[in-house]
């Protein structure tokens, strides 16, 4: 069973962006806390018509709360068969507004795609890059090891 929330860092060359992502199986898992939500990344199994139908009921109910959410439509499982369903995927995300990713999350293809997406979308700039994608609180313990050392440093070097 996967966790309900991972809560990551993109580490990038304007910044970390803290995201927290949900997992939302099904359209009972939307609540009102939902409305101070941006963006919206779906990722959808295209071999499997049930993903399809779950997407498009989060979508109505969330638009419900906050028709300002920006989606992003991720494929998932791009590198199994594709099928007539891709035709579908791209037609939803353009009903959307949103863009259309492919990814494999089995063989990482195009993995970093949508989060650069994301990235790009709240800096509002073309130049920004993912310098890597870190559990937060692997994150937090990074900056609680840096500054333990700095004090340490302080510390010696008192007069």
Do not use: C, W
Not at 60 to 82: G, S
Not at 120 to 135: A, C, G, H, Q
Not at 136 to 143: F, G, K, M, V
Request: no cysteine; hydrophobic share 40%; glycine share 2%.
């Amino acid at each position: 069973m996967f966790p309900k929330q991972y809560d990551i860092t993109l580490r990038t060359n304007l910044g970390d962006i803290n995201l927290v992502i949900r997992d939302v199986p099904s359209r009972n898992d939307i609540t009102e806390n939902d409305a101070n939500t941006n963006i919206v990344m779906l990722f959808i199994d295209h071999s499997s018509a049930q993903s399809f139908a779950e997407a498009f009921t989060k979508v109505v109910a969330l638009r419900r709360i906050n028709p300002n959410i920006q989606y992003i439509v991720v494929n998932n499982k791009y590198d199994l068969d594709r099928g007539f369903r891709e035709h579908r995927l791209l037609t939803f995300a353009n009903a959307l507004n949103g863009r259309l990713f492919d990814v494999s999350v089995k063989t990482l293809y195009n993995f970093d795609h949508p989060l650069l997406h994301v990235a790009k979308s709240i800096y509002n700039r073309d130049d920004v890059e993912i310098i890597s994608i870190l559990p937060t609180s692997q994150l937090d313990a990074e900056r609680k090891r840096t500054r333990q050392i700095q004090m340490e440093s302080n510390k010696r070097f008192r007069y």
